[in-house]
């Protein structure tokens, strides 16, 4: 009867610490990934001037921003690589290759 219950017990044990272990590795793997403040401003290559109203986007997360009176823009984008295409009426579209680690700084010059 001790036997039963000595083997009951090492058993339960031996389950909950795998049970533990299955949670634990699921927990780190499915973490979201960081999402990060990308900014800077568009401006016209030509004139220096901050060109406002423009179209900041990434395609293949579907957000996107435009640029304030100033050319300012401010986008979260999460860590990785991406593609960022910057457009404005009148200009040709701009495609930047970024890849995100932290908070970073993205100054565009549009030409026509």
């Known amino acids: 009867m001790i036997t039963r219950l000595r083997c009951f017990f090492e058993s339960t044990t031996s ?25 800077g401003y568009i401006t016209d290559e ?3 001037k901050p060109i406002a109203g423009a179209n900041i986007s990434i ?7 435009f640029s304030d009176s100033t050319g300012y823009f401010s986008i979260k984008v999460p860590q ?5 295409f910057v457009s404005s009426v009148g200009y040709r579209v701009r495609v930047r290759n970024i890849e995100v680690k ?3 700084r993205l100054d565009v010059e549009l030409n026509a």
């Open 59 to 65: 395609k293949s997360l579907g957000i996107g921003a």
């Open 15 to 39: 389950i909950l610490c795998f049970s533990f272990l299955i949670s634990l590795f699921f927990l780190v793997s499915f973490t979201p990934p960081a999402w990060y403040q990308v900014e």
């Open 80 to 84: 990785g690589r991406h593609d960022v």
């Open 46 to 48: 030509d004139t220096q």
């Open 102 to 104: 932290a908070k970073m």
